[in-house]
């Protein structure tokens, strides 16, 4: 009983983290149909400007909005300076479909080789601000602790936030509106230009929270060539495919069916079979559901 | 010219191409004997990635599936050459042979599922197996773990003479099945097969109405590319002697597709641009990494840098790769000219 507790809460953190890194995905796709691989690169470096601004002020509590505000501009300019450029000149040609994909994989790497640059290849320790050893209810000490709960408030903090922004604000009915139909919305007025650059901005901080938040919960350091944010980065995808890749809510359901899926397997089945069952829940769900469990449409397109 | 004459010898041109590559082994082999052991090393690199360079350009350019994962083909490859050539003590061709077929048919089973994939879906897929698949080995006892299997192909044959080298011996071996793997390739794209991939990478829809089968089309390129994947594998585990997971990290990968895309990822041709750039890579870096101060930071990231920087290059102002931007410019001339 008290295994299967741990196991569900285990997972609804780690959970809450894909789903973080799920929304990046889903925002960057929503606005550009790009799956932007170098998402993982900027988490990256935004957690590694959360550890130097952990340095400078001596707080996580700073500097964990100031890294999101961080990744956000990051992402905005790459999306001002690099994929605006890059979309137009790959309009036509055999490698239209493929140029952006390969575009970002790029991107990735160039940004992991400036961390390395700076910071060099070694460990970098982040502690997060809170105890992760489990609360004690009488004898028995749960797995589930204080950094966990922070890591869990903070993450529905987050959506909050985007969910108010997406249907109470005039930005996110823009927002929406050019997901929806870029060329319409530019002939109602909209700026969609700025509003994809937005889309990024968003993501970018979205991001920025998933690493800064993983990094203490996982394994407490950074490094360039980190497989955890490569983990990341693949997890996020699963899960913002799970929920249909175009749908936040979709990316937040994925996000939690994934983590509980991989906290069941660690707990029961072992560890050498996580990333397997996690590959095989994604080829299930792309030949079963492709649109994802949220999609309403059809097909996907394209 | 009259149209038949044209005919003829674009047929002529075709018969040629076997002595072509005749003529071009025996250059090659020649050459091997002038430079020094390191350089034929890299020639054994060179000829691996050709291999792996043209299974992604088979896949991609020619069928229009992006794969981010090969590194993790590879490995497979480089393993059931490895295990076959532990457990069951089989002679070299037989492990490359078990490489390829163990991997066409992995990549059949993938390949069935990505058929129904577009283009990021399957980038994701793919990658998601480049990041998982190289640490499954550290799981399983019979893989080696961390420090892997031990690959050796065995000393060279003794009357090819005492002072035949070890890596000479490595660069033989490759050199020849890279030749005969692009051999082979050149005469499938230009088969049905061929013009059936152009046909569906061209227009999914007009070729889906002029009765190609989609789906088997695309499953047959992935079997393909994967064991040419698997091949490469084989080779690469044969010149560093192991296979251990850290040698196909996902940057691995990654260094494969600006491999390709660096030859122009929609031709065949200009595939050993992206190979020798491939291995000159890591020595430009070092020769830079001396001239900026030689500090630690810079030496270890440079490689990785200039890779993915010059994919980022070459996709943003050359994205069909050199040889075709060159090719489009002469006839674009040639056009330019007749109008005149």
Redesign the interface.
Known sequence: MMQLINTILIGVTSGAIYSLMAIAMVLV?RSTR??N?AQAGMALLSTYIGYELIQLTGSYWIALPLAMLAGALISALIELLFMR??LK??SQ???A???P???T??????I???I??????QDLILRGPLSNVGYTIGSTTLVFSPLKLFIITWVVAVMVGLTLLFQRTNLGLSLRASAHSPEISRLAGVRVDFIRTIGWALAGAAGAAAGMLQTPNGIGSIF??S?EF??L??FG??AA?IGGLDSLVGAVIGGLILGLVVAFVLTYVG??LV??I??AL??IV??VR?QGIIGVKAG?R? | MHKAQKKQKKQKKQSNHIVLFIFFAFAIFLLSNRVDEFRVYQGASVAMFVVAIASIILL??YS?Q?S?GHGALLAIGGYSAALTRNYLDAPVWICFAVAILVTAAFGAALGT?AA??????L???T???A??LP??AN??SVLGGEQGLVFYVGFPPMRLGEDFTQYKWFFWIAASTALISMWWLQNILRSRYGRTWRAV??NEVAAELAGIKIGRSKVLAFTLSAGLAGLAGALLAMTISHVFPSAF???LS?LL??GA?LSG??TLGGVIIGAVALVAIPQIADAIAIGLGNS???V???P??L???L??LT???V??GPVEQMRAKRDHKIAHSRKL
């Open positions: 796709w790009v799956i691989f450029a890059l000149h790959t040609g055999p490698i479909s493929v140029a994909i390969i575009a994989l790029g991107l990735l790497g160039v992991r080789a400036m390395g640059f700076i910071w060099g290849n360039p060539d497989l490569s983990l980065l693949v995808f699963i495919v560890g050498s990333f397997m996690a590959f994604l080829i792309l030949i492709p996907r394209a | 991609t350019g229009g992006v981010l599922a129904r994939l577009s283009g990021p879906y980038a994701g897929t990658l998601a197996l990041v998982g640490s499954i799981q399983f990478r061209a990290p996902l940057t990654f597709l600006t895309v990822i929609t630690e930071n810079v270890a990231n440079l990785g840098f890779v993915s920087a994919l980022i996709v943003l102002f994205p069909n």
